[in-house]
Structures are given as C-alpha cells and as structure tokens.
C-alpha cells in the first residue's frame, strides 16, 4: 500500500486511446517527472493536461493527464490516468518510462484491491466491479451495477443491525440483571427475533438462485441417443451452422458449446454425442464426456426422435438422471409417429422440430418458465450471486438455525450469543467487515489487470 502502482487500464491492441492509470503516494511527482507540460506538483484536483512523456528529450507520446488528488479517487489515494494514443508500443513505452522512475506494476485488480482496504469500497461493491465488466448481458450488468450501488449491502447490513441489538440486549441482561428499567430477555421474545432473521436468510438465499442464473447464466445439456437430432436443436438455437449434423448415427463425438440470449438470460448451450453402446475408441471417450458435463448441468434437455418403435432405452437413461432439472423434447413432431407419451407424464414433455422456424419455441418457452425468467424481470435485482457470497450466507443461516435449536433444547441464552455472534461475523465476510488476506488476494487476482 504504500508503493506507487500503475497498469494499462485499458484492453492490449490497437486503439484510439490506451489510458495508463497510476495510484500511490508518489503517482503525482513521478508522472510530473516525465510530463511536458505545466508542473502537476501544482494544478487543481480533478483537471485534464495536454503535454508530452518525454525520456531524456526524447517526446514519446502525446498524451492528457487526469489528475486527480486523494481521496476522492477510485483508491482514495492520489491516481493520475495518463490517456496515449493507442497501440502497443507506445502504451508500453510510456509504461516502461514510469516503471523506471519507481512505480510498480500492478497486480490483477490492485486499483479496486486499494479501494477496498482503503475503506472506500465494501468487498459486495468490489466484486461487483469485476462482474460488470464480465456482464454478457443486459440483466448481469443490472444485477451488477445495483451491487455497485449498494443494494445487496444494505440487505445484509440490515440483517446485521438486527442481531447486534439482539446481541446487545441479550448483553445488558447478563450484565445487569438488577435494573428493573431493562426488558428481560427470554426464549418468548428472542425466539421470533431469531426466526424473522432465519426468514430474512432464507429469502437471500433462495433468491441468490437468481443472482447466479443472472450472472453466470443456465448450462443446459443436450443428450439423448445418436441421430435424434440435437446438434441440429444446437444449431437451431444459435442460428448457426456450429456443429455438423448428417444422418448417420454417433456424427458428434465431442461437446459442442454455444451461448443464445433467451430473454435476457444467458443459455450456456451444450450438445453431446449421442448415447449408445460403442467399440468406437473415440465415441466411447465422448458418451464418457456427455455423461459428464450432464452431472454438472443446470437443465438437461433430453431429446427423443418421434419416429423411435423403441422407447425403453431412453426410459431407462431418462430415470437415471434423478435429481437434475429436466425438460423430454420429443423432436421430429413433423414426422408421423404411433408413439404414445404418457408414460412421461410427470417430467416436462415438449414436442417440436428443427425445421420450421418456431419448432422450438416451445421448448424456450418451457425454459422460461422453469427458471422463472420472467418473474426475474419484477425483482429488484440485488441477490447474492456469487459461490463465495453463497456459500458464506448458508453459513450465516446454520449459526442462527444453531441458536433457535439450542434455545429449543433449553440451553441458557448467554450460550446462544457464541452463535448470534457467529452468524453476525459471517455475514460481514460477505461484505468484507472481516475478512482474511489471502481470500482477499484469491479474490482480486481474477481481476483485469489495470483496474
Ligand atoms: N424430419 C426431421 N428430421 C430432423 C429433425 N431434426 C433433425 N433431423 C435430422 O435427423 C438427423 C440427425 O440429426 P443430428 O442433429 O445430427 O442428430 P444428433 O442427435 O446430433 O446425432 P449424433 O450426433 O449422431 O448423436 C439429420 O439427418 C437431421 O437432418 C426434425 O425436427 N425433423
Ligand atoms: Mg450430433
């Protein structure tokens, strides 16, 4: 932290502008050291100069300074953003001039890894800055730009509010067990305290559902046996010519990925090769491969041709994917067929085709439904969204579960405070109030570099 860090901000390549941003102590006096122009030592914060990087007298670049003093910069410390002209050698020539004046190179996400442990930032609003720059679309920059300002804090801040009065009369009670001016604390009164924060935990938690099929999207898994037609379901979906179909059984032998937008959600859209018994050395290396990537999906369209006399194979693989959510896709509804279905009443059946333009409509339209994409539309966009946020809120959920067992089974009320307290630490790792510094470096590195 107190080192003099800089970084191209902007994306490697040819451009109009790269901007080189440098943040610390000395970000000032070593850009000035280089700089043609007036003395930056002794200009107004937050104002723009035209001049030159110069080595030696050698002009290396025309540029504009930004300058702007602490704190109110993206560190809080004071940040000078040098804007080159783009391209390669003359953004890293005037890189390589500061990195010999004494700065350091920043690492992946340095500059927001400042803003945090400077206080300017929580660690919900610095991840968010990660995930806005990854959004893919519309909805995952919503869901970020809310993080940014503060939404998801605030809910969880909330949460915190109210066990640390929790905490607090549970406290004076112990502490000062004679003032009669002081409400005592039993089970009747903390116990439905305790549960509307199981409540308030529960609601983030299944709504971070959301949150992660915004950001990240919904792998869904194309499988059923060779030549039912699912890369041209693929193919269909992504409008594109992507992976090869013919007639002849086990055509695909590797997966297939693609993305579509549906409906402001991202489809991570996976075709398979087709599952059947096979000597083939490579086709069997690909079934192994579809049932893999399977296991790991969000949704798994099972495809089924409708011209099939035989339906007890698919039957048979339908039932072993237990436990996963599932849509039957009967294709080939263009083709006659004496099938009867029933027997899949209780699994999403959707018939369609790959050949006219809406034969999968459906099939969309079943997606939508079963993630309520719709309904996603109507929310305010502040779920927890990402594992780490996760993970750590289900944490927060088992102390204060631990805390209403234990006053169930009548163990005395200052015992539960070890759990209140847990619960309350816990979701201040989600914020970043407590946190451990190698989680923090984990965290930044998967940072761009530069900001
Ligand atoms: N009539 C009709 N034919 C289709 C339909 N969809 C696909 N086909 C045909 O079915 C054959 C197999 O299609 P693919 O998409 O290659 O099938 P697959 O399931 O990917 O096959 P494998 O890669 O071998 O597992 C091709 O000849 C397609 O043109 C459909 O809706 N109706
Ligand atoms: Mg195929």
Redesign the pocket.
Known sequence: MDTTICAISTAVGTGAISIIRVSGKEAISIVNSVFSGVDLTKVNTHTIHYGFIVEEDNKIDEVLITLMKSPKTYTTEDTVEINCHGGISTTNKVLEILLNKGCKLAEPGEFTKRAFLNGRIDLLKAEAISDLINSETEKARKLAINQIEGKLSKKIEYIRKNLIQIQASIEVNIDYPEYDDIEVITNQNLIPNLNKILFDLNELIFESENGRIIKNGIDVVIL??????????L?TLLEEEK??????????RDIIEGKINLNGILLNVI?T??LRQTSDFVEKIGVQKSINVSEKADLIIY?IDNTTANLAGDIKKITNLNNKKLIIFI?????SSKNKYDKFNKYNVVM????STN?LDKLKNKIVEMFNIKYLDTKDFSYLSSARQISLAKKAKNAIENAINNLNEGISIDMVTIDIKECYETLGEIIGAVYQDDLIDELFSRFCLGK
Request: glycine share 18%.
């Open positions: 059923g046996k060779p030549n039912v037609g699912k890369s041209s379901i193919n992976a090869i179909v013919t007639n002849i059984p086990g055509t695909t075709d090769a087709g495809v294709n080939k509804d263009d083709m369609g085709n790959t050949i034969g």
